[in-house]
């Protein structure tokens, strides 16, 4: 079975760059079967999506934050990364990184279990 | 982009009830639609998936129905383990997005 396990600085400041790592294990980043996205939750709110990415590394951004945001897939070490720069208080959120199967009609299946980034001075 | 607007925001019942909760879509999304489960500290966990289709392990006391910008989750007799938010999800477009929540509460 999947798992996901995202992992990355708890504080930022801002204007600066957020930038979180998500471990995959049990499956392999390289396969075309999956996107691997990113979502968040700002603390007692709903959930947003942020985009996702093939193994082949094609993006799919918000666009509320695709000027900001960059994703990448390091197939060598099967890790997912997530960076979102210039930062402020509104980006203070949990961060989930999850698997999305590509074919089926299939929506987001499993999720990491998130990591709590706070931006603050 | 596709608004989900769920209704209500917030829901008492008792264990053993059957509730309900809305969901619709500002546009037609087919049967691109799921509902997540989240307790809290907890990563979000996939009930049903293209509108009605229940997801391997989710008690068959769950289900959905819907297509195009009316859907529904339907839990036939609560249980204490179903106090939780629930979320509506659309991934027919892009951007994907999600409902604002339901909370089920303990009456």
């Known amino acids: 079975q999947v798992q996901l396990q995202e992992s990355g600085p708890g504080l930022v400041k801002p204007s600066e760059t957020l930038s979180l790592t998500c471990s995959v294990s049990?499956?392999?980043?390289?396969?075309?079967?999956?996107?691997w996205s990113w979502m968040r939750q700002p603390p007692g709110k709903g959930l947003e999506w942020i985009g996702h990415i093939s193994h082949t590394g094609t993006t799919k951004y918000s666009p509320f934050l695709a000027s900001r945001v960059t994703m990448s897939v390091d197939t060598s070490t099967n890790q997912l990364s997530l960076n979102l720069n210039s930062v402020s208080a509104a980006d203070t959120a949990v961060y989930y990184c999850a698997r999305t199967p590509r074919f089926g009609l299939l929506p987001t299946d499993y999720w990491g279990q998130g990591t709590l980034v706070t931006v603050s001075s | 982009d596709i608004q989900m607007t769920q209704s209500p925001s917030t829901l008492s019942a008792s264990v053993g009830d059957r509730v309900t909760i809305a969901c619709r879509a500002s546009?037609?999304?087919?049967?691109?639609l799921a509902w997540y489960q989240q307790k809290p500290g907890k990563a979000p966990k996939l009930l049903i998936y293209?509108?009605?289709s229940l997801e391997s392990g989710v008690p068959s006391r769950f289900s959905g129905s819907g297509s195009g910008t009316e859907f529904t989750l339907t839990i036939s007799s609560l249980q204490p383990d179903d106090f939780a938010a629930y979320y509506c999800h659309q991934y027919h477009t892009y951007p994907h997005t999600f409902g604002q929540g339901t909370k089920l509460e303990i009456k």
């Open positions: 049990g499956d392999s980043v390289s396969t075309g079967l999956y996107f």
């Open positions: 546009q037609s999304i087919s049967t691109w």
């Open positions: 293209k509108a009605f």
